[in-house]
């Protein structure tokens, strides 16, 4: 098992960078796809970003394609989401999740057992 913590979210400006955290405990997190999705109040959770357990592929929704980038560093357990030109419709609650890899692209949250607590991403315009 892993258990996952974000950090890094925050309020921004329309246009501005942040960079997600999400640290894992647990000796699996190296075989591990890792995902992040994101939830917006009166909207479902939402596909954002993946990537394979040795970060050899990555995988976008197309809403952020070209503005995120997905990493990991499976030394120091942690996966990261660099988010530029930043929108007030990215505005969400982000959250890291994880799986072990059975297949490639992982997209639908209910295919993700283990989820983090989520940090709050606020952009203003």
């Known amino acids: 098992q892993v258990q996952l913590v974000e950090s890094g979210g925050g309020l921004v400006q329309a246009g501005g960078s942040l960079r997600l955290s999400c640290a894992a405990s647990?000796?699996?997190?190296?075989?591990?796809?890792m995902g992040w999705f994101r939830q917006a109040p009166g909207k479902e959770r939402e596909f954002v970003a993946a990537?394979?357990?040795?970060?050899?592929?990555?995988y976008y929704a197309g809403s952020v394609k070209g503005r995120f980038i997905i990493s990991r560093d499976n030394a120091e357990n942690t996966v990261y989401l660099q988010m530029n030109s930043l929108e007030p419709k990215d505005t969400a609650v982000y959250h890291c999740?994880?799986?072990?890899?059975?297949?490639?692209?992982?997209?639908?949250?209910?295919?993700?057992?283990?989820w983090g607590q989520g940090t709050q991403v606020t952009v203003s315009s």
């Open positions: 999740a994880g799986r072990p890899q059975t297949k490639w692209p992982i997209v639908g949250a209910n295919e993700y057992p283990y």
């Open positions: 990537i394979t357990w040795d970060g050899s592929s990555t």
């Open positions: 647990g000796r699996t997190f190296s075989t591990y796809v």
